[in-house]
């Protein structure tokens, strides 16, 4: 049989038990990836969710499945929250944008990031997640999305200047390097 190769780009609306919990995480300050622990249920919550979503990509002949991004919070950050070393807490901020019409509107604040020790990617939790999403799978192709190491060190050099004195990388390069290496290792 051919594959016809279709698949969902991007994120799906999280059902409201599960948006009930990402509500939680994004209001907490001490949150460590991964997190699953600190919330009784959320885990059963997500997978079931994530089940739940796969059942209706194959109902629909979607063969390349994912999990909706369900298991993540902010597609690009999780990953990096997931390095051993990082450290996230909720900032005075979030990204600010410019719509079309000249408005503005800002993200979530829990974006900071903090480097507190040399990048490390092994046991990452996104292994599991890819795993998990598999074995649900069966014989489909899955896909999830990782952030580039070129775009982590574009967001930790340039907007969060995380490297310098009294930080864990002393130059540019040092952090280049350190992010490579952690996602080398994942």
Request: aromatic letters at 12%; a negative charge; glycine letters at 8%.
């Amino acid at each position: 049989m051919t594959k016809s190769r279709f698949q969902i780009v991007g994120s799906l609306l999280r059902p409201a038990n599960l948006l009930t919990y990402k509500d939680q995480i994004e209001h907490r300050d001490d949150i460590q990836y991964p997190f699953y622990q600190d919330f009784p249920g959320y885990q059963e919550t997500e997978t079931a969710a994530i089940k739940q979503v796969i059942a209706e990509e194959k109902a629909h002949g979607i063969d390349v499945l994912t999990d909706g991004e369900y298991s993540k919070s902010m597609w690009h950050l999780d990953f990096l929250w997931g390095f051993h070393g990082v450290e996230r807490y909720i900032t005075d901020h979030g990204y600010t944008f410019e719509d079309h019409d000249g408005g503005h509107f800002e993200t979530r604040k829990d974006i900071g990031i903090r480097i507190t020790a040399p990048l490390s990617g092994k046991n990452h939790h996104f292994i599991d997640i890819f795993k998990e999403l598999k074995a649900q799978a069966g014989d489909n192709d899955v896909k999830t999305t990782v952030w580039g190491a070129a775009h982590a060190f574009t967001e930790l050099s340039v907007f969060d200047h995380l490297y310098g004195e009294g930080q864990v990388y002393p130059t540019a390069d040092a952090l280049k390097d350190g992010l490579i290496n952690a996602t080398r290792n994942s």
